[in-house]
């Protein structure tokens, strides 16, 4: 029997598709996609102006606004991507958790209910807003 080796986009995509049949949310609510402008298409250019997508989700009387923005890349070739957001409706006392395949990570969120995520390589993101007495609400995985 042959050897295989995955390269690690590969291995990359299989973790994305696992973590969305990742069955450890069951007990979470999910946030439904309501509004969803995409990227502008992909072309070679020189400027440092961010690519962005925006998204909204809502569950209930929670909002979350998302805006992704990927800059142009730099002299060095990477592109650090981040995430910029905004909770609405009652989110005081709010947890905000970053999921990406394999991990999870708190994020700070402002009393205004603002947040951001910088230095976030291109992948499937997931977001997880826990209240006290109320169940998990997660969104959809997006691509950043």
Known sequence: MKD????PRDTDGRAAALAAFDRRDDGADLAGLTE???ARAAVPRAD????TASLRFEHDDLGLAVR??????????AAARSVHGQLTGHVDEADLRVRRPG???????GPDGRFVVTGL???PLSLEVRRPGRAPVITAWFTV
């Open 68 to 77: 992704v923005l990927a800059p142009a890349r730099g002299p060095e070739g």
């Open 48 to 51: 440092d102006e961010p690519v």
């Open 4 to 7: 295989r080796t995955d390269s």
């Open 103 to 109: 991990r999870s990570f708190g994020v700070r969120v």
């Open 121 to 123: 390589g291109r992948g």
């Open 36 to 38: 969803h402008a995409p």
